[in-house]
Every structure is written in C-alpha cells, then in structure tokens.
C-alpha cells in the first residue's frame, strides 16, 4: 500500500519539477535574448575550453600512441563524451551553482528557500543558460566525428552510451553542488570553488591512467571518474557489468545524499539579510 | 596580507590544497603518458624532466593567473562602485596591482615549500639556484597579467557579462603560456609562434630554464616580450579607462 503512494507522490513531484523546469527556460530564453551579444561570447568562451582538452590530447599523441589504454581515436570519443556532460552542465547548472556563493552573501538565497517548491531544485535550476545549447551543438558535432573515426562501433554501445550519459551528468551535479553548498557554512569561500575545478580535472582525464587506488577513488568516494570516462568506457571497451551497474545505483545513492548535505549545510546557515 | 590571512580557509585551500591537488592531478597524467609510450624519451628529454616541469608548471600557473582580482575588478566596474577607489591617493589600477601582488607573495610563500620538496623525493631535475631569477621573470610577468585584467574590467563601462573575457583570456593563456604541456612539444610552426608572445613567460620559460629544457639565451627573450605586451596592453588599457570613466555614473556608494 505505501509503495504505490510514494510512487505517485514521486511521479507527481517530477511533473511538477520538470513544468517548473520548462517554465525557468522560458523566463531563461527571454531574458538571455536581452543581451545577445552573450550566446557568442560564452560560447566562445567554451570553444576555448573544448580547443585547450582537444590541443593537449593531440599534441600528447605526436608523441606516444597510447595513453592510459585508449589511442588517440579512443580519446576522442571520450572528450566528445565529456563535451557533452559539460554542455548539459553549463545549459542547466553552471549559472546556478557557480554563482551560488554570491548569493549566499547577496541574501538572494533567502528568496529562493521562501517559495513554495522544492528548495535544492530552485537553486540549482532557478537559471538556464540557454545560450550553451550551442556548445551542445558543438560538442554533438564533435562526438559524430570522433565515432566516425572508430573502425569497429558496435551500434548496441550507442545505446549504452546514451543511457549513461544522464549517469554522468547526474554525478557531475551531485559532486558540483555540495561543493558549492559549502558557501552557506564558509560564507567567503571562493577557494573552495577552486578545489572543484581541481577535482573536476581527474575527471576530464580517462580514469585508466590513473593508479589503481586513485583510480578506486574517483569511482567511488569522489565519483568524478563517474562523469565521462565511464560512459565513454561504454562505447569503447568490453562491457564492465559491474561498474555499469555501479555508475547507475550510484546516482539516487548521491542524490540522496547530496540532499542529506543541503539540509544539513541549510541547518548551518545564517541569513545574509537579516 | 593581514587581510588575506582573514579568511583562513580560503587561504589554507589556496596555498596548501589546490596546489597539492594539482601536482597529483599533472604528475599522474605525466606517468600514465610515459607508461603508454613505452619508452624512456618524448621530445629528447627523460620523464623526469616532464615530471618536473609538471610539478612546477603547476605551481608557477597559479601565482601567474588572475582570476578572483580580475573577477572583483569587473564587478566593480560593473556596478559603479569605484568612486571610493577614485578618491584615493591610489589609482584602481595600483590599488589591485598591491592587493593582488600582496596576495601572490603570501600564497606563493607558504606553498613553495611543495614542489621543492616533492621534487628532493622524486630525485627530479631541478636547478634550484635559478629560483632567484625565474621569480624575477614570473614577478615581471604579473605587472602584464595585472595590466590585462585592468584592460578586460575597463570593458565594463561599455559592455555586460565582462567575466566571459576573463575566462576566455585565461583558458587561452591555459595554452600560450605552455601550463598544459610544454611547448616545445607543439609542431615546429606553432611553436616558434607561441614563443614570439610574451605569455611564455607566465609559465614555459621560468620552468624550462628551471628544469633544463632552455638555456640563459631563450630565457632571457621573455622579458624583452613582456616588455613590448606591457607598453602595448596599458596604452589600450589606458585609453579604455579615459573614455569609459567619462561614461561612467557611480553609485553613490
């Protein structure tokens, strides 16, 4: 009897969230064509970001033929998986959790918790950044390409790449947002951020180049290696079972969690504006 | 400097974390690229000396970015806050440049202890009596990254988002200045472009002459860049500054 309940409570709070959702990319879309002169330069912004990755494997593979266990072709099916998590990061996520400490220190937080609607979904879906749909664009492109260039693709690991590309962008949520979270207990913690994108960069390296134990790490306690090395390990090597079904009970595991942190971080919090 | 050690976690994670993070992060790729090549030499030099460039490269990134001063720089551009700072005997421009070179010396301070020591116990190929001149270069350097950052905040007067410039500007120099990989492992043709700029300086140059990989003769070219970046980068800034100043309405605040 309480399974059926709480399935449809779950089902209702999606609908609900995702018509929010729809709704924010609206206000999003409207107020982005304000100031056009921004969709160029943020996507420029992250073509250089896309060129930087795709230099450095390039110019590394003039000089070695393989790097962790994938050549050059292997590697760029996995930056084009990691192109495309950050496109749908940068769309939804970036503009809310990047920015979060500033709000926490501008009191705007306060209006977020106030509305009636689930508060870790406001805050980091309040924006959408419609302009990075572009980069989506490019980092699609990319992608075909670099498919292209594989001599044995197995339609069947598409399939599995789509499925778990959603993985990866949900891990890369939940390990973005309870960094950013970490503002409402260190008010001026932009340091903190930094850690991020440091930690964040063991992620945009294939996980196999990594030491065993280093490598258990970024799987599990610190899932970064969760974001695109596992899906692009889908497309291009054997099947791996257990980490597939890992990478997928691992995402309500952290989302749970990364709850869990919100309400504790919240239950730290003191008012900006008050 | 009293200000910077205010916030202590900030600082801790700045001087003692990040780079800590960063040196594991580099030094892994190295080896596991090493380890895929199956040979002992990429380019000429052993995996000692991209370990050690590694190790340092990142360190010398940190200290040659800018990117909270930039950042706070704009904003303040931005929301017409400046007139405080215009009232100064200081101009905004020195008044960063102090905040920020105050800031570099105490984080590069407590965390130089970290590539000297990871490098003793990796046994790496370090001239650790070059460390003299290399800050002298890295120092001059900073006036350039100071002078960009002044230049990309006096875009705020006329345009919106200015902190999509910085992040440009600063995944560009992610390349140019060769913090990625070392830039004699770029093809010929690009190679010999990227050393004619001066963002060399920020990092390839005072690390290959550290580590070995330049001599005196290549080294030394990067201040004789700097110089011409800096002539070039503060007349703009300067006349942005000047118009945008005669546009601009403060808060009040």
């Known amino acids: 009897m309480g399974a059926p309940i709480i399935l449809k409570s779950f089902w209702t709070e999606t609908k609900k969230n995702f018509s929010l959702l729809v709704g924010l990319f609206k206000a999003s879309f409207i107020s982005d064509l304000e100031f056009r002169f921004n969709f160029a330069t943020r996507i420029i912004t992250d073509i250089f970001w896309y060129l930087a990755q795709v230099v450095t494997f390039e110019v590394l593979f003039l000089h070695t033929p393989i790097i962790g266990h994938w050549n050059i072709n292997q590697t760029r099916v996995f930056l084009g998986v990691l192109f495309i998590i950050d496109a749908l990061y940068m769309t939804f996520l970036a503009d809310n959790l990047d920015k979060f400490s500033e709000k926490v220190r501008r009191g705007e937080l306060d209006l977020l918790l106030m509305k009636p609607v689930n508060s870790q979904f406001m805050v980091s879906f309040q924006r959408v950044a419609t302009a990075s749909l572009g980069n989506l664009i490019i980092a699609l492109m990319w992608m075909t390409y670099a498919l292209y260039q594989l001599p044995d693709l197995h339609p069947l690991r598409i399939f599995w790449l789509i499925v778990l590309i959603p993985v990866g962008f949900s891990t890369l949520y939940v390990v973005r947002f309870c960094f950013s979270v970490v503002s409402l207990i260190f008010v001026r913690g932009e340091n903190i951020q930094f850690i991020w994108f440091q930690l964040y960069k063991l992620g945009m390296r294939p996980d196999s180049i990594y030491f065993p134990w280093l490598r258990y790490i970024v799987l599990t306690i610190l899932p970064v290696g969760l974001i695109a090395s596992v899906p692009a390990r889908a497309i291009l090597d054997p099947p791996n079972w257990p980490l597939f079904l890992w990478a997928f009970a691992s995402v309500p595991i952290f989302i749970w969690f990364s709850n869990r942190f919100w309400k504790y971080c919240l239950s730290k919090y003191n008012s900006a504006s008050s | ?253």
């Not at chain 2, 080294?219 to 942005?240: E, P």
């Open chain 2, 1 to 253: 400097m009293i200000s910077n050690l205010e916030y202590r976690i900030n600082f801790i994670v700045d001087a003692l974390i990040q780079p800590c993070i960063t040196t594991v992060v580099e030094i892994v790729l190295w080896m596991a690229i090493f380890r895929g090549a199956g040979t002992d030499m990429i380019g000429g030099f052993t995996r000692e000396y991209y370990l050690a460039y590694a190790l340092w490269a990142t360190f010398v990134a940190r200290i040659s970015t800018s990117w909270l001063y930039e950042f706070r720089m704009i904003e303040e551009v931005e929301q017409g806050t400046i007139n405080s700072l215009l009232v100064r005997p200081l101009s905004f421009y020195e008044y960063y440049l102090s905040q920020m070179l105050g800031y570099k010396f105490v984080t590069t301070i407590f965390s130089l202890w970290i590539p000297i020591v990871v490098g003793i116990y990796l046994d790496l190929p370090v001239h650790l009596d070059r460390l003299p001149i290399i800050f002298l270069l890295i120092g001059y350097y900073l006036f350039l990254v100071h002078s960009m950052s002044f230049l990309i905040s006096t875009f705020a007067f006329y345009l919106n988002k200015v902190n999509y410039f910085t992040s440009t500007k600063n995944l560009a120099l992610w390349l140019l200045t060769g913090e990625l990989f070392p830039i004699d492992l770029m093809p010929e043709a690009w190679r010999d472009f990227v050393l004619s700029l001066p963002f060399v300086s920020g990092v390839y140059l005072p690390i290959g002459y550290l580590t070995g990989r330049i001599g005196f003769g290549v080294f030394i070219q990067g201040f004789q860049t700097v110089t011409l970046g800096l002539i070039i980068v503060n007349v703009m800034g300067y006349l942005l500054w000047a118009q945008g100043l005669k546009k601009y309405s403060g808060t009040g605040a």
